[in-house]
């Protein structure tokens, strides 16, 4: 299993994004100026719809030096090389996709609880996602918000690398960072964004700040 370096976590939306080409272009400026790690996120789509994107995709990311993750689609990330899937609870148990990936892919599960941490097998997994953090419109079905304070709970508690995850802006990622965050995961902070650069920046600008 490889280190990721969760930092700045892009999750491209295709609603949010504009699409294929919207995800692309937005993949590529955030990569140029700050992200470091890309997942594609795409629930209503079909298979060939995410053959398609992750594949070019993953050649733009190689390009950058950025790793790419598949959200769910265990196939998809193993038909393009993608370096790694990330894992909701409901998706398949983080036992059957290390079987199905080998021990060279990174797996991220998200979590929301304290239930879910100790259900996180620690010898299977690479991170783990941790939120909603705060309200997000973003994804309609997500867990109850957590709140800041319960976040600091379960980073006090978490024994594998975390990302902060639901309704992140920028302005808020210090408290995330000092209670424990490896890094933030966004999604409409970048895309769907007018200067993908400028705010791209002011975000990685920001958790290179809380950790000074
Ligand atoms: N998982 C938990 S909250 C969320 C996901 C995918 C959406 C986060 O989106 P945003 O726009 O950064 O609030």
Redo the contacts with the bound molecule.
């Keep these: 299993m490889n280190p990721l370096d969760l930092s700045l976590y892009l999750?491209l939306?295709p609603d949010?994004c504009g699409g294929h080409n919207g995800m692309l272009d937005t993949a590529r400026l955030a990569a140029r100026h700050g992200v470091t790690v890309v997942q594609l996120?795409a629930p209503k789509w079909k298979k060939r719809q995410w053959l398609q994107t992750a594949t070019a995709l993953k050649a733009l990311l190689d390009q950058e030096g950025v790793p790419l993750i598949i959200?769910d689609q265990v196939d998809i990330a193993l038909a393009v090389d993608a370096a790694g899937v990330h894992l909701?609870q409901a998706d398949l148990p983080p036992e059957t996709a290390r079987r199905l990936l080998g021990p060279n892919k990174i797996i991220g599960l998200?979590t929301?609880n304290v239930a879910h941490l100790g259900g996180a097998p620690l010898d299977l997994i690479d991170y783990i996602?941790v939120?909603?953090v705060?309200?997000?419109?973003?994804?309609l079905d997500?867990?109850p918000v957590i709140g800041l304070e319960q976040f600091g709970v379960l980073m006090g508690a978490k024994r594998l690398p975390a990302v902060a995850?639901?309704?992140?802006?920028a302005g808020m990622i210090a408290p995330l960072i000092k209670a424990g965050a490896d890094g933030v995961?966004?999604?409409?902070?970048i895309?769907g964004q007018t200067d993908i650069p400028l705010v791209t920046r002011a975000l990685s600008d920001e958790i290179a700040g809380a950790r000074a």
């Excluded at 705060?134 to 994804?139: E, G, L, Q, S, V």
């Excluded at 995850?165 to 802006?169: C, F, N, R, V, Y």
């Design positions: 999750v939306d949010l996120r959200n909701g998200s929301s996602g939120g909603p705060y309200a997000t419109t973003t994804k997500a867990e995850i639901g309704g992140i802006k995961a966004v999604v409409s902070a895309c």
